[in-house]
């Protein structure tokens, strides 16, 4: 450290008094004793702040974890239910030959197949809406 001397005039003479800096904070200076307290309560914001972060953080990934792996288990469009369906609504020729299980084609020649090609009531044929509306009104 670097000692700061001062020089004072008293009673005609000179007196010099060194003073060991401290930690020169303007407005507020804060003493070197109160310095690890201050650091400390500092550190804990610091670390509960990032608890609290990482807490949020997980519990959002747990919550996005369960609501995927419910998905499957409610989502109507899927290979058994366009196997169930092309076992009542057949769509190829008989020889092998027809569109591919679920694709957009497929949905088209189903609708197709069940009279309902064009209809403006019915969902968008690419969309687990549209395999909801088939399976309760055509499928047994």
Known sequence: MIDL?????FAGERVTILKTPRI????NPLKIDKLPMKIKRS???TVVILLCFFTL???DVQQQSQSTESEPSKKQCNNAWFE???QQVITGDGQGHGPDLGSIEWRSVVEFKLGVRGDESLPAVDS????AYIDQHFIR
């Not at 001397?5 to 005039?9: D, E, G, K, T, V």
């Not at 020169?24 to 407005?27: A, D, E, Q």
């Not at 687990?128 to 395999?131: E, F, Q, R």
């Open 128 to 131: 687990d809406p549209w395999c």
């Open 84 to 86: 169930k369906v092309e």
């Open 24 to 27: 020169l904070n303007i407005g």
């Open 43 to 45: 550190a804990s914001r």
């Open 57 to 59: 953080a997980c519990s």
């Open 5 to 9: 001397a001062y020089s004072l005039f």
